[in-house]
């Protein structure tokens, strides 16, 4: 007579197994992921440390704006001794990675003499990082306004100097300045990258913050809005900014509006022609 063997519950199998037990409870009843209560009563650390990188962006993008243009400029020299130093600026800061440039500033540039302090050194290395970047769109911008401009304001005889700060870098300015933007926002972005030379901006704050109640999602978590927050304010201010600068171009003519401009033009000028003769 053959017996049958009696079937194992499978709930004392799962106990059974490594690492077995009760499931873990759901995401959003596990106390770490819902006491928020306790990481936002850090507020004004994060307040004050948002503050300090919206601060240090600005000065950083100041930098780079100004040496952009400088850039711009060089790489559009007729001189070779010119070109040669803004081209190696270039090449080097966008072929080696923006960290290593803040070790550099902070940690290098003490053993030549000078010495900056953490905040110094990271506005410096953000500056001429992304410096490198705006000298190529700087560039562009300027190159994309047609030459005709130029020699038009040769021939009202405005000097070199005053023809690109009067009629060149505006309309290139309007051209790039969406990639200028776009630029301001990487560098707050990319200030995240400070905390490595203890600067207590955002992520390097957020990071000490962590490391004392070890509440991680809400922690980043609170950082990551406070970012979005600053990125998105940033690009307001800039869209309204750009909206009273740059107002929109005058509506182009119909065909037959410049027809008819055309025709009362030369009949004006056959008319001066006979009074003078």
Same mark, same amino acid.
């Given at each position: ?73 060089? +790489? ?5 001794? =010119?070109?040669?130093? &803004? /081209? !190696?600026?270039?090449? *080097?800061?966008? @072929?080696?990675? %923006? ?112 490391? +004392? ?5 809400? =922690?980043?978590?609170? &950082? /990551? !809005?406070?970012?979005? *927050?600053?990125? @998105?304010?940033? %690009? ?42």
């Amino acid at each position: 007579m053959v017996r049958r063997q009696a079937r194992i519950p499978a709930e004392p199998v799962l106990l059974s197994l490594p690492g077995g037990g009760p499931p873990p409870p759901p995401l959003w009843r596990n106390p770490m992921f819902a006491d928020w209560t306790y990481a936002l009563q850090d507020w004004p650390t994060y307040l004050g440390a948002a503050w300090l990188t919206l601060k240090l962006s600005l000065a950083a993008f100041v930098l780079a704006c100004a040496l952009g243009l400088l850039g711009a400029l060089a +790489r559009r020299s007729r001189h070779a001794l =010119v070109r040669a130093p &803004a /081209a !190696v600026y270039v090449e *080097v800061i966008r @072929n080696t990675p %923006v960290l290593l440039q803040m070790f550099v500033a902070y940690f290098a540039l003490p053993s030549a003499g000078l010495r900056l302090s953490p905040v110094q050194a990271g506005i410096a290395a953000l500056g001429l990082n992304v410096g490198a970047y705006l000298t190529e769109i700087f560039r562009a911008g300027i190159q994309a306004v047609p030459r005709g401009q130029s020699e038009a304001s040769r021939v009202l005889a405005l000097s070199p100097f005053r023809t690109f700060l009067h009629v060149v870098l505006p309309q290139a300015l309007r051209n790039v300045y969406p990639a200028v933007i776009n630029q301001l926002v990487q560098i707050i972005l990319g200030s995240s990258l400070l905390s490595a030379i203890s600067v207590p901006e955002l992520t390097g704050t957020a990071m000490v913050i962590n490391s +004392r109640n070890l509440l991680t999602i809400q =922690v980043f978590g609170i &950082a /990551a !809005v406070l970012y979005l *927050v600053l990125t @998105n304010a940033v %690009v307001l201010v800039a869209e309204l900014i750009g909206r009273a600068a740059f107002k929109p171009p005058l509506r182009p003519m119909r065909p037959r509006q410049s027809v008819l401009a055309g025709l009362r033009s030369a009949a004006r000028r056959l008319v001066l022609i006979r009074k003078e003769a």
